[in-house]
């Protein structure tokens, strides 16, 4: 697959791969992006493509030779991957001290120095850079200073402002922006998920695909999915006692609220969609599709009020990150869609 395999991000495999076809590689690169778009296995196919005996053309990895399947593996000599032990990364894994012999790690420093085969690279992949500690971070800014003329260190990152500005400018920055959830949809279609199960993973993500693999996962997606339409449903027809109720029964699943509120807006958009001439899943039409049967419901609110559905959802989603009150976020919500 080579490059293939980094999904939704055309300008870092486009910059990458073109690195490597101009045999002008940087030594250091930081890829910048939030979790599970694509990072780690961009830098990955990176290391195949450095070293790839049967490129498929220039600048790509063929995935077949011995170097591309030691490197998948995780077995290449010539490929280390630092990654924090416990919650950071530590001196000994970066510079040799007894705790490195103590712990079985080869330290980046003593990597490096030893030179590859003629003709051979060296990668290094440090996994969540931010998390170096003070010490371990100036040691491996010695590295990125006088790298070895065989040596790429790519230091990966969701949080490149917690990264020490002196690593940052002597890297070369690698943006991987959130994944579009069509793209992350017909990702997981390839891969043999359900229709429904893919399109709801992926509006679910957040511009991951990593979140939506494990979404598609979790057997109780789609039911959870019903249950929050049919409450959206229900909220119209009920007094604000009703309403309450429900309110304290979300609050006592509070890790939930998240992935409950992400689904009410993915109801409400669908519905808009219906309400404008549009087509969503679920057919409005067949009194025996549960999904239908809510979109039919939902679509009886009229668009002002299906308007105002989502700016009260999200009004929650704004106060729950400003850690607002759950529980008092709630009723106003269940009150709000009532009303």
């Known amino acids: 697959m080579g490059w293939s395999e980094v999904v939704g991000q055309p300008v870092a495999v486009r910059l990458l791969r073109g690195a490597v076809a101009a045999g002008r590689v940087a030594h250091a690169y930081l890829f910048s992006g939030p979790e599970g778009t694509g990072r780690r296995t961009a830098a990955r196919v990176l290391a195949k493509a450095l070293g790839c005996e049967a490129p498929p053309v220039p600048g790509d990895a063929c995935d077949r030779c011995r170097h591309c399947t030691r490197v998948d ?5 010539n490929v280390l991957v630092v990654e924090p032990r416990g919650r950071e990364i530590r001196l000994w894994q970066v510079v040799h001290r007894e705790e490195s012999d103590r712990q079985g790690a080869v330290p980046l420093s003593d990597f490096l120095v030893v030179r590859p085969a003629e003709g051979a690279r060296k990668v290094v992949i440090v996994d969540g850079a931010e998390t170096l500690n003070p010490e371990a971070a100036n040691s491996l800014l010695k590295s990125l200073e006088e790298p070895p003329p065989y040596a790429h260190i790519l230091l990966l990152t969701a949080n490149p402002a917690a990264v020490l500005p002196t690593i940052r400018s002597r890297c070369q920055t690698v943006q991987f922006a959130p994944i579009a959830p069509g793209v992350i949809e017909a990702a997981l279609r390839d891969e043999g998920v359900q229709a429904e199960a893919a399109r709801l993973a992926a509006a679910l993500a957040g511009g991951s695909l990593g979140r939506a693999r494990a979404l598609v996962k979790d057997e109780a997606l789609l039911r959870r ?8 449903a229900e ?6 006692a009703w309403r309450l109720a429900r309110a304290e029964e979300l609050d006592q699943r509070r890790e939930e609220l998240p992935a409950v509120l992400d689904l009410m807006v993915l109801w409400l958009r669908d519905a808009m969609v219906v309400a404008e001439g549009g087509r969503a899943p679920g057919d409005p039409a067949q009194a025996d599709d549960p999904t239908g049967r809510i979109l039919t419901d939902l679509v009886r609110w009229g668009r002002e009020r299906l308007i105002r559905g989502l700016e009260a959802v999200e009004a929650a ?12 976020v709630l009723d106003v919500l269940l009150l709000r869609l009532g009303a």
């Open 73 to 77: 593996r995780g077995v290449h000599e």
């Open 225 to 232: 999915r019903q249950e929050v339409g049919e409450l959206l």
């Open 235 to 240: 909220v119209p027809r009920r007094d604000d």
């Open 317 to 328: 989603r704004g106060q729950l990150d400003r850690n607002a009150n759950p529980r008092l």
